[in-house]
């Protein structure tokens, strides 16, 4: 066997760390990047005296790869990798395997998956997760597509993947068919939307109504990261929380920083995900509106001058007990972010038939994968693994029994907390969706009556009576004015 082990087209932080990766586990790498300068700059320094090789012709750098190739694509989603593919096809033989790493839409993965298969090029979708530490020393990943690639692939993956504190088990697992590496990194994407959101809400409550200072605030947030909170977006929390401006280091940096938030768009694609398969996750899509409500600051700022509402009042009271609210909404509603993303997850595991996308996922497989080296990596990740592990077929996360009795000695404190937010004029978005969801999926009987009612006295959509399910009916309600 001769030539470089592993390829990786896209030097920039990503790309380049994980390039690192691959070489340190034990596998020479070949790197190409268009711009040649990246190329140059990576191979003279950055992995200068390593099994490592830089090309500035993509034929010279495939030509470098034993086979069957690996080259794992690490460009900006969209147009950019199918860019890369055209530049590859030439030199590509039947059997090499082409990863794309990125963040593309899974269905995206799945066109290309079908426009390469008369080639015999494999091309393959995987899911990264961990930012640029993560893919030095350790992502999750979540590879899917052709299994006979994904075995192949399997002994590098495993040795650049983060290994879970608790059994030093590898991050990463076949995902499935088709595009569902891609498809389980977007619910991750907005299970993180939702769990940032929620983080959020809980600062605001204790910096706006709680009174707490910043330095307070780590203080709650470093406690928190000692328990059941436990989780990498909190510890980082507590980090940035008062951390000092540069500029002014007497004042919380994050104080300087204007309240509107980015996105890239995998939030956007879980909700019409969700949406397709019918699906809600309303703790989600709030985080997703909440990040567009952000980019209305304009709006914002002169609305707070224009419509009227409660101004926050300090907490009276017991503040640890407050304080402790928080944490109880916090987690209960994080609890609720995580059930969504899995029935999302066991939604697109049902055949095509069946309003599913048929990627022959194995369930208890992928939150085992999110315990380490992701951003949504959290100590009660091990207890998800563990239901679903117990009940392969298991509806929603709320109806284990443990979970279950983790809402059910909390909840009063999350009513507690949404009801004061409410009461204090601070939107609480995603907690509020949260106890909405909690509290609309434990009843039996929802007013949606009515609602069919509406819908057939206006335009004969039919309803099912409660005693003859199955059947549809329309009533003239005009007959009995």
Not at 95 to 121: C, H
Not at 259 to 267: A, C, E, L, R, S
Not at 404 to 410: C, H, L, P, V, Y
Not at 446 to 461: E, K, M, T, V, W
Request: aromatic share 8%; charged share 25%.
């Amino acid at each position: 066997m001769s030539g470089q082990a592993f390829g990786v087209i896209g030097l920039e932080v990503m790309g380049r760390n994980l390039a690192l990766n691959v070489e340190r586990n034990g596998y020479p790498i070949s790197v190409y990047n268009r711009t040649y300068a990246k190329t140059q700059h990576f191979i003279d320094d950055l992995a200068k005296g390593k099994k490592a090789k830089g090309f500035e012709q993509i034929k010279d750098f495939v030509a470098s790869l034993e086979r069957p190739r690996k080259i794992l694509i690490m460009v900006k989603a969209g147009k950019p990798v199918d860019a890369v593919i055209e530049e590859l096809k030439p030199f590509l033989q039947s059997g090499d395997i082409v990863i794309d790493g990125g963040n593309s839409l899974f269905t995206d993965t799945e066109r290309r998956v079908a426009a390469l298969k008369p080639t015999g090029i494999r091309f393959f979708g995987m899911g990264v997760s961990g930012g640029e530490e993560g893919a030095l020393w350790g992502p999750s990943m979540m590879p899917g597509g052709d299994y006979e690639s994904y075995e192949h692939l399997k002994p590098i993956l495993e040795k650049v993947a983060a290994k879970a504190p608790s059994d030093g088990v590898p991050c990463v697992t076949y995902c499935g068919d088709g595009g569902a590496g891609h498809f389980v990194k977007m619910v991750h994407n907005g299970i993180e939307y939702g769990d940032m959101q929620l983080i959020a809400e809980a600062y605001d409550l204790l910096k706006n109504v709680g009174g707490l200072s910043n330095a307070e605030l780590a203080d709650v947030f470093g406690l928190w990261n000692q328990g059941e909170l436990q989780s990498f977006l909190i510890e980082i929390t507590q980090k940035v929380i008062n951390f000092p401006d540069p500029q002014k280091p007497s004042v919380p940096l994050v104080e300087q920083i204007r309240d509107v938030v980015g996105m890239k768009g995998t939030g956007t694609w879980t909700i019409e995900a969700a949406l397709n398969l019918l699906v809600p996750i309303p703790t989600i899509a709030a985080a997703v509106d909440s990040r567009e409500i952000s980019g209305l600051k304009a709006e914002r700022e002169a609305a707070s001058k224009f419509l009227r509402g409660p101004a926050p009042k300090p907490v009276s009271g017991d503040k640890k007990q407050f304080i402790n609210d928080v944490k109880d909404a916090l987690y209960c509603s994080k609890i609720c972010s995580y059930a969504q993303g899995m029935a999302l997850l066991s939604a697109a595991n049902r055949p095509k038939d069946k309003n599913g996308y048929d990627f022959h996922m194995k369930l208890p497989d992928l939150p085992m994968i999110w315990r380490a080296g992701c951003i949504i990596r959290a100590a009660f990740l091990e207890e998800i693994t563990k239901a679903f592990k117990e009940v392969p077929t298991l509806t929603n996360l709320l109806m284990n029994a443990q979970f279950k009795d983790m809402i059910g000695t909390r909840q009063d404190a999350w009513r507690r907390t949404v009801s004061l937010g409410i009461a204090n004029g601070i939107g609480l978005p995603a907690f509020s969706s949260s106890l909405g969801y909690y509290d609309s999926y434990r009843r039996a009987r929802l007013p949606g009556n009515l609602i069919q009612a509406q819908r057939d006295f206006f335009g004969a959509h039919t309803y099912e009576r409660t005693n003859n399910p199955g059947t549809f009916v329309h009533t003239e309600w005009s007959a009995g004015k």
